[in-house]
């Protein structure tokens, strides 16, 4: 079996130096890295960031004028849904995808590379990043379908209607984000049992064994969990993920208050480092105003996603009167998870500073970004070793909750990308078995027996890329709707939305739509 493996991971290297060219492009030409500045930027930081400043600008920051309004329609009763589901659980499921293990390992990579002034850099692309995600939430609104007593749409459906209404651009989409959702099922799993592991470990004080019984009890409850909860459809998924995203997101903002608390001296030279290694970081991260910089745009577009298109299928599903109030409520969820989440994470990871302690081997701890986290987390507290290790413990159940529900989030996803492929809802049930009892189960086998396949993971990167470039041209040429949108908005004051009075049909936004 590992030979099989082994042999998969192979065939993929192909990927990762792929991906590698394309995110780094075009950095690695002298001509064009020898710019000042400028030439520290690649082609996707340039759209990512660009589209975004482009949006903001067009739009008003409307990130800035309607903040406050999503958070007011997130809260807003309603009468029961007849199709699709409340924006609150919209909301939490987009949370569940935006808010994963890459807002623990993907910011402390981040910070453990470019320096503590990669997390400033976040701050500016979620900022900017918020209007995007308005534009291609609205969009996804503005183009869902229904089918029985759901809506789906996103990426995949508004794409296709951008351009012309051909069914083969959103069955490539499709089909593209059905392989990258599924790919990504393995990755998930392996973030599960690091959870889990680390919390066993501070639980017993035992490191196990990848061939220990935890390992294979973890699995099966991995396996099993997963497949109750997708097949029992969206509704099921969105009742777990609902209770499982305040919970996680409030018991991790509670665990680093306290952490604030405890190092509450220290608050002024976190800032004082996040601001200045933004323009000037320290010689152990290599010394480049570049690296901080693309470190951060780049792990902070990854973590909330904002312009990649891979979380506008939770922007579909919602029953909204109006398709502006989901982007209003989607900048909210790119808020929660980069300026807050992903805040949290770097206090943790800056205030330890690991790296200046000359107790910590940092060229060894640099390569494992979880441990980075965790040993930071012991640093900051008080030095009991029980609440050393409740805190661990604490930390290591936010990220195994992270990786969880980005887990389920992405098969759902997945599930919608397929009915766009075939147009046969029961293909709902194919994506189902291949989440939770294919590909889940493949991310086990590999954990147990010990392998890290850097290139299979590798392809994820290269789809992330891929979509950049998808997404941003789409939202380009499709924004005049959302705008649009957004001005019959601010002219009806809100009133519910018909087609008509953008010049829009063949929508389901009729005047007899309820």
């Not at 903001?56 to 903040?67: D, E, G, K, N, P």
């Not at 064994?209 to 997708?230: D, E, H, K, R």
């Not at 599930?415 to 189902?432: L, Q």
Request: glycine share 10%.
């Amino acid at each position: 079996m590992n030979d099989v493996f082994t042999a998969v991971n192979n065939l993929f290297a192909v990927a990762v130096d792929i991906s590698n060219f394309l995110w780094n492009f075009p950095t690695q030409f002298a001509w064009f890295s020898s710019i000042p500045v400028i030439g520290q930027f690649t082609l996707p930081v340039f759209l990512l960031v660009g589209i975004g400043v482009y949006f903001s600008i067009r739009t008003r920051f409307v990130q800035l004028r309607f903040f406050t309004r999503g958070v007011k329609v997130l809260f807003k009763k309603k009468a029961e849904e007849h199709t699709g589901i409340s924006p609150m659980a919209s909301f939490m499921l987009s949370t569940a995808m935006r808010v994963g293990a890459g807002n623990i390992v993907g910011v402390t990579g981040a910070i453990s590379t470019g320096g503590p002034g990669a997390l400033f850099w976040m701050w500016v692309a979620a900022f900017f990043g918020m209007a995007t995600s308005f534009i291609e939430s609205t969009l996804s609104q503005l183009f869902k379908e229904k089918e029985g007593n759901e809506y789906v749409g996103g990426l995949t459906h508004y794409a296709q209607r951008i351009f012309g209404n051909l069914r083969i651009v959103g069955i490539v989409i499709a089909v593209l984000f059905f392989i990258y959702r599924l790919d990504s099922v393995p990755v998930h799993t392996f973030h599960l049992f690091t959870a889990a592991a680390s919390m066993a470990t501070s639980i017993t004080g035992e490191v196990y064994s990848t061939q220990s019984p935890l390992y294979y009890a973890l699995a099966v409850v991995i396996v099993v969990s997963l497949g109750f909860i997708l097949f029992g459809g969206m509704s099921r998924v969105t009742k777990v993920t609902d209770k499982m995203v305040p919970v996680m997101a409030v018991g991790y903002l509670v665990l680093v208050m306290i952490l604030v608390v405890c190092n509450v001296t220290s608050i002024p030279a976190f800032f004082a480092s996040v601001i200045g290694g933004a323009f000037k970081p320290d010689a152990i991260f290599g010394g480049m105003f570049g690296i901080a910089l693309i470190q951060g745009i780049k792990r902070g577009l990854l973590s909330n996603e904002a312009g990649m298109g891979t979380a506008t299928m939770a922007a579909a599903v919602a029953d909204n009167d109006h398709p502006v109030e989901q982007g209003f409520i989607q900048v909210f969820s790119v808020f929660i998870d980069t300026i807050i989440i992903s805040t949290l994470t770097g206090f943790v990871v800056c205030m330890a500073a690991l790296w200046a302690d000359p107790s910590v081997d940092w060229a060894t701890l640099s390569n494992v970004k979880i441990d980075i986290f965790l040993q930071s987390i012991e640093k900051l507290m008080p030095g009991n070793t029980f609440l050393d290790n409740i805190a661990v413990l604490f930390a290591s159940l936010a990220y195994g909750l992270f990786g969880f529900t980005t887990l389920l989030g992405g098969i759902v996803f997945c599930e919608i990308s397929a009915t766009k492929i075939t147009g046969n809802p029961k293909i709902r049930y194919v994506v189902r078995f291949l989440g939770a009892f294919v590909f889940c189960p493949i991310g086990c086998i590999t954990v147990i027996s010990g392998l890290q396949l850097d290139n299979l993971w590798g392809i994820s990167d290269l789809n992330n890329v891929v979509f950049v470039f998808i997404n941003v041209i789409t939202i380009f040429v499709g924004a005049k709707y959302a705008f649009a949108a957004l001005k019959d908005y601010v002219q009806t004051e809100g009133a519910p939305f018909t087609e008509d009075r953008i010049g829009l049909s063949g929508t389901v936004w009729t005047k007899d739509r309820k």
